[in-house]
């Protein structure tokens, strides 16, 4: 596991990201966005997401978190049971048939009919858009179709698709046409790692030219590389939002002993006053918990502790995803 | 996977902050809708099953010769005229095999959307929901009137290769020119496709409440059989004239002359009560549906 040693002694969770740009200038907001359903499970509880115009912004969280239902929110699939939200500075979902044409969107996979081919699938939905005219129809699907490598297999009929051509066309049908906002939910499944990061190479593109992306995913390292901000769901709560580098220094720093005595170390390290240290047959390991780690190596070396190794390092961001989101296989409710 | 992907080139993604929305012409997603269920190989199959009805009736008809008064009505006049076959042909699919055919399209209609999820890839294109029943109902309906004309079509044909073509006299008694005799088919074919528009509109209805296509449409054509039984208990006649099929056979009053126009007021009237009242209520569900497909 790579680990990254920091010097600095500022631990512990970051303080609040400056709040800049006017906040007119999100591209999503949320105010205390609640989904529940019928049979009162509640889905998504009170979110409030802010996407900074031009972020590329990861929403992370496990299977059945309340990603999919707050994107479906976001669009005005689903109704929300409390809370508001706009796209674009526009309340939705009243303001629908303005602000959804300058937004692409793939929801939970794509959809299409599976006896017609991958470009008359977009036709259709091109033919549905009323903003733009209906001669460029051919030529919008046509680049749209070339931007996500699908030119080939544009006649074959959606059923003999294949996985990630399926995904491939649900990307093509978000940029049909130039977009602000692009909401892509979980644009990565099923494709091998190559499609993965040719969609990343689409997502900067997307972003390098100004759009805000909007991108979830289960998998934080798949996203991880090109996101400027991140929001984290658990249980339909928004456990984490904030810049990436903010999610990093959330993470708190950690020692790690390498010894032949891991006993005596674990001894030491919690009369400092770490955190819990978890002992290894080669070592060591804790949370720092605000202890200095020269004390540590003082104390250690103080007590005989044989130390062949002392390492500050702080845990990857999957670990802390984990750690905000729960371990384990279960799916949330 | 194809992975001849192409993605450097650079094509602009992002709009053009003066692009100003122009509103096209609203028909092209209703011209996609057509092509969606006309070029769908179900839907020809089923328009080809009953295009075979008025060459089973007319080859039946040719090699046995009826008595008068036998069989569905009309079948004594296909011997006269051949056009009889048109109507003989929609008396014997008006009550099973049309609705069927409408209860499959409609049924299929918001549900089979629903159920692939391209009933959200259409919402967030984004297409209104009021549209989305409009352009579905709108290709229900010429459905429902490429079925009657197909077996309208068919019937004229093998009518005119196998029976004599000419005047033909009416059910009045009145003889009128084998043209003119067309142009009460071609009435008829329109007077039971606005028949069949009112057990489309509860088709759509019922196609909202669900995600399951299969199930709207076997409940719309159990409605329209539900309704025909209900029209043949004498016990509540009370009822009848109310009964969604009650005017459906109605259309032998377009075979006078001159036509019997009150009966089939009535009628029409019938189908645009449920049209009024089923329509309203899709649009009430679609509405405030939650999308969750």
């Known amino acids: ?333 | 996977m194809s992975t001849s992907s192409t993605l450097e080139r650079p094509v602009p993604m992002v709009a053009a902050a003066d692009s100003a929305p122009r509103r096209s012409f609203a028909l092209r997603l209703f011209r996609s809708e057509l092509a969606l269920v006309l070029k769908r190989r179900r839907n020809i199959a089923l328009v080809a099953v009953l295009c075979c009805f008025p060459v089973l009736i007319g080859i039946a008809v040719h090699h046995s010769p009826t008595t008068p008064g036998d069989g569905p009505p009309f079948l004594s006049q296909v011997t006269d005229n051949g056009l009889f076959l048109v109507f003989t042909s929609l008396t014997v699919l008006l009550p099973f095999f049309l609705p069927l055919a409408v209860a499959i399209a409609s049924g299929e209609s918001i549900a089979g959307e629903a159920g692939i999820g391209t009933l959200r890839s259409l919402l967030v294109v984004p297409v209104s929901r009021t549209r989305v029943l409009l352009v579905k109902y709108a290709g229900t309906l010429v459905f429902a009137f490429m079925c009657t004309l197909a077996v309208a079509v068919v019937g004229v044909i093998v009518g005119l290769i196998l029976f004599p073509h000419g005047d033909a006299t009416l059910l009045s008694g009145t003889t009128i020119s084998y043209g003119q005799t067309l142009g009460r088919a071609v009435l008829v074919a329109i007077y039971v496709t606005v028949m069949l528009a009112g057990l489309a509109a509860i088709g759509m209805f019922v196609s909202t409440l669900t995600e399951v296509p299969i199930g709207a449409m076997a409940a719309t054509a159990l409605l329209a059989i539900i309704s025909q039984i209900a029209d043949n208990i004498p016990q509540i006649s009370g009822i009848h004239p109310y009964l969604l099929t009650h005017p459906w056979l109605s259309f032998g009053d377009l075979l006078r002359s001159p036509i019997g126009w009150h009966t089939l007021q009535t009628g029409i009237l019938t189908e645009l009560a449920y049209i009024a009242v089923f329509m309203p209520l899709a649009w009430a569900r679609l509405q405030t549906k939650d999308i969750s497909s």
């Open chain 1, 1 to 333: 596991m790579t680990a990254s040693t920091e010097a600095t002694g500022s631990v512990g969770v970051a303080e609040a990201p400056p709040s800049g740009p006017p906040r007119a200038a999100a591209a999503i907001r949320t105010t205390g966005l609640t989904k529940r359903f019928p049979g009162g499970q509640v889905a998504v509880n009170a979110i409030d997401l802010e996407v900074p115009r031009g972020a590329v912004y990861g929403f992370l969280g496990p299977n059945g978190s309340g990603k999919t239902t707050t994107i479906r929110m976001l669009l005005g699939l689903v109704g929300s049971t409390a809370g508001e939200h706009e796209l674009l500075g526009d309340p939705m979902p009243g303001s629908a048939g303005t602000v959804l044409p300058r937004v692409g969107a793939l929801v939970e996979g794509p959809a299409f009919h599976p006896y017609l081919s991958g470009r008359d699938n977009l036709m259709r939905l091109d033919s549905g858009d009323r903003t733009v005219p209906a001669r460029g129809a051919g030529e919008r699907v046509g680049t749209a179709l070339e931007r996500v490598g699908l030119t080939a297999a544009a006649g074959k009929r959606y059923r003999k698709y294949s996985l990630g051509m399926r995904q491939r066309l649900g990307l093509a049908a978000a940029l049909l046409r130039p977009r602000e906002l692009l909401v892509l939910d979980e644009p990565t499944n099923g494709l091998d790692p190559q499609g993965t990061r040719e969609v990343r190479t689409l997502l900067r593109e997307a972003a390098g030219e100004g759009a805000t992306v909007f991108v979830s995913s289960h998998l934080l390292s798949e996203i991880e590389q090109v996101c400027t901000d991140v929001g984290v769901m658990s249980h339909g709560r928004l456990v984490f939002q904030g810049s990436l580098p903010d999610l990093r220094r959330a993470a708190g720093l950690r020692v790690r002993v390498e010894t032949s005595q891991p006993a005596l170390a674990a001894e030491v390290l919690a009369r400092l006053g770490t955190g819990a240290p978890g002992t290894r047959p080669d070592g060591v390991v804790a949370e720092l918990d605000g202890v200095a780690s020269d004390r540590v190596t003082a104390e250690l070396v103080a007590a005989g502790v044989d130390v062949h190794q002392l390492v500050v390092e702080r845990p990857d961001l999957e670990e802390l995803f984990v750690a905000l989101t729960g371990e384990g296989f279960d799916v949330d409710e």
